[in-house]
């Protein structure tokens, strides 16, 4: 039996979505309070508008469709298990350490230094190398410069890192805590708040305004110091495959609705980290601020990592990026 009910949504939808919509399922690895959610999300309503619904962009936050793996989700793109994924350089190391570049420790002065490299030969590079590994970098978006947090006491100098309990993302961090004489440990991402709060470890390190406010690590941490010892940036990635079996009007409705979604997640991710000492102060956190003085004491304990890693990327690539950082 049909009621009017039922036709009029059944063609209210049919306007909505035409029959042929295509579903991409989108990874990301942290949660659904963050700015990576509202860049995918973006991605999503501007890919619809773009296309005229002829795509639905569905996200799945928290890894799940990696079976919680931060670490899997660009090798399941590569090879066309995920769609899309937007994560940062950091989880797709294990796959091309190359992309370990970004986040050499204090390879970056401030945010022009960055979106000069991401904008430009370095940025391409790291495109071709991706390419290879079966993902198409639509955009660059970012996660942020990554400052350190714990529950034991205020970090002023690296010999207060000395034996803190530290849970990193990969495998580069864990040489840079080593540096600094902490105890690092490889920790997904979804595991850490509970880690955190039981004491398991005592500290972790991610940027402000994408992750440390959004998923309220102000909660069950107690010291933070705005070191910015590494960069993350987040690329927008779709299967290669895929990417080269779609005309050119298409690829270029991608195009757009990619670079639009990840200028605006830079946008709010910067936002909300200048904003973010103020808020993290009145949830109870002590701020330590390092002169310049202080910061260079971390660069030089972080040196022999930077050296370590530089080998692994590659010197041509490390020159790349060193070339257009220091540009200015
Ligand atoms: O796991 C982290 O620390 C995070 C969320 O920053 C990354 O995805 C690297």
Redesign the pocket.
């Known amino acids: 039996m049909y009621t009017k009910f039922s036709v009029g949504l059944a063609t209210a939808l049919a306007f909505a979505l035409p029959v042929s919509a295509e579903t991409l399922r989108l990874s990301h690895?942290?949660g659904d309070t963050t700015t990576w959610q509202q860049g995918a999300e973006k991605f999503g309503e501007l890919l619809a508008a773009e296309t005229d619904g002829a795509y639905d962009v569905r996200v799945f936050p928290n890894a799940q469709l990696a079976g919680g793996d931060?670490m899997k989700q660009a090798e399941m793109t590569g090879r066309g298990a995920i769609d899309v994924v937007l994560?940062?350089a950091?989880?797709v190391t294990p796959l091309a350490p190359e992309m370990a570049a970004f986040s050499l420790p204090y390879l970056y002065a401030d945010y022009a230094a960055v979106d000069r490299t991401t904008a430009g030969k370095a940025g391409d590079k790291m495109e071709e190398i991706m390419a290879g590994h079966g993902i198409h970098i639509l955009a660059w978006g970012e996660?942020g410069f990554r400052e350190v947090t714990n529950s034991k006491r205020p970090i002023k100098t690296p010999a207060d890192m000395e034996g803190l309990k530290m849970r990193v993302?990969g495998p580069m961090y864990i040489d840079v805590m080593n540096d600094l004489g902490a105890n690092p440990q490889q920790m997904q991402?979804s595991e850490t708040f509970p880690a955190l709060q039981q004491g398991v470890v005592d500290g972790q390190e991610?940027p402000i305004g994408a992750?440390i406010i959004p998923q309220r690590v102000y909660e069950v941490q107690t010291y933070i110091t705005p070191w910015h010892y590494s960069y993350?940036p987040l690329f927008l990635g779709i299967s290669k495959e895929r990417w080269d079996a779609m005309d050119d009007a298409t690829k270029a409705q991608f195009q757009t609705a990619a670079d639009e979604a990840m200028a605006y997640q830079i946008d709010i991710s910067r936002k909300a980290t200048d904003e973010g000492l103020a808020f993290l102060k009145e949830q109870g956190m002590e701020v330590t601020e390092l002169t310049p003085e202080e910061l260079q004491a971390f660069k030089d304990a972080t040196k022999p990592s930077f050296d370590t890693w530089s080998e692994k990327v590659g010197a041509d690539i490390v020159q790349l990026f060193t070339d257009e950082a220091n540009a200015a």
């Open positions: 690895n942290v931060q994560t940062s950091i989880n996660n993302a991402w991610n992750v993350d």
